[in-house]
């Protein structure tokens, strides 16, 4: 049985479309539009489970100061990637802001809590949880089941609370399987 760091490092490695290309100006233009409008220039972001680093190269090119933390070694080239499971005791820099996207699925069911007192316990102000509902599409390829937490709005909404203060709606359909987009305010 693989742990969850080698199971996300045989997945970087294996599956050629795994990731995101953030420096896409088309890719999550709507949420991107909300970044800017949201969180001040010069601000320090931190993007937990940054993946191959586009996320940080956009942050960067946006007049952000960005940092990432991701669990599988081979998956960005970024420099100064933190490489670490959420799920245990790190180390993180205090940012201003985060930014969590695609990510609290991927964790353990009995994990989340831990996941979520670490982001809450390393930022600021407040921190972007785009989470995906629908069944995971690519582990198949390496016969890995990747989204292990995949719940209804108020299981997260009720979960984020017991971490932040506030925590707002910006997207969701219950139609739609995709995402639930939340921002969570410390």
Same mark, same amino acid.
């Given at each position: 049985?693989?742990?969850?760091?080698?199971?996300?490092?045989?997945?970087?490695q294996?599956?050629?479309?795994?990731?995101k290309d953030?420096?896409?100006?088309?890719?999550?233009?709507?949420?991107?539009?909300?970044?800017?409008?949201?969180?001040?220039?010069?601000?320090s972001?931190?993007?937990?489970?940054?993946?191959?680093?586009?996320?940080?190269e956009?942050?960067?090119?946006?007049?952000y100061?960005?940092?990432g933390?991701?669990i599988?070694?081979?998956?960005?080239?970024?420099p100064?990637?933190?490489?670490?499971?959420?799920?245990?005791?790190?180390?993180l820099?205090?940012?201003?802001?985060?930014?969590?996207?695609?990510?609290?699925?991927?964790?353990?069911?009995?994990?989340?809590e @831990? #996941?979520?007192?670490?982001?809450? =316990?390393?930022?600021r102000?407040? &921190?972007l949880f785009?989470? %995906?509902?629908d069944?995971d599409k690519?582990?198949?390829?390496?016969g890995?089941?990747?989204?292990?937490?995949?719940?209804?709005?108020?299981?997260?909404?009720?979960?984020?609370?017991?971490?932040?203060? @506030? #925590?707002e709606?910006?997207?969701? =359909?219950?139609?739609?399987?995709? &995402?639930?987009?939340?921002? %969570?305010?410390?």
């Amino acid at each position: 049985m693989l742990t969850e760091q080698q199971k996300y490092e045989l997945v970087w490695q294996e599956v050629g479309r795994y990731g995101k290309d953030w420096t896409n100006p088309a890719l999550a233009s709507s949420i991107k539009k909300w970044i800017r409008a949201t969180i001040p220039k010069k601000s320090s972001v931190m993007d937990f489970g940054c993946g191959n680093g586009t996320s940080l190269e956009w942050l960067k090119s946006e007049k952000y100061n960005p940092f990432g933390v991701e669990i599988a070694k081979n998956a960005t080239g970024y420099p100064g990637v933190i490489i670490g499971d959420l799920r245990n005791d790190l180390v993180l820099p205090k940012c201003d802001y985060g930014m969590c996207v695609d990510v609290m699925e991927h964790i353990p069911t009995e994990g989340v809590e @831990k #996941v979520l007192n670490n982001i809450s =316990n390393s930022i600021r102000s407040g &921190a972007l949880f785009i989470i %995906a509902r629908d069944e995971d599409k690519d582990g198949a390829e390496v016969g890995q089941v990747l989204h292990l937490t995949r719940k209804p709005l108020e299981w997260w909404r009720e979960k984020l609370l017991q971490h932040f203060s @506030k #925590v707002e709606l910006l997207r969701y =359909n219950a139609n739609d399987e995709s &995402a639930i987009c939340l921002w %969570a305010w410390n």
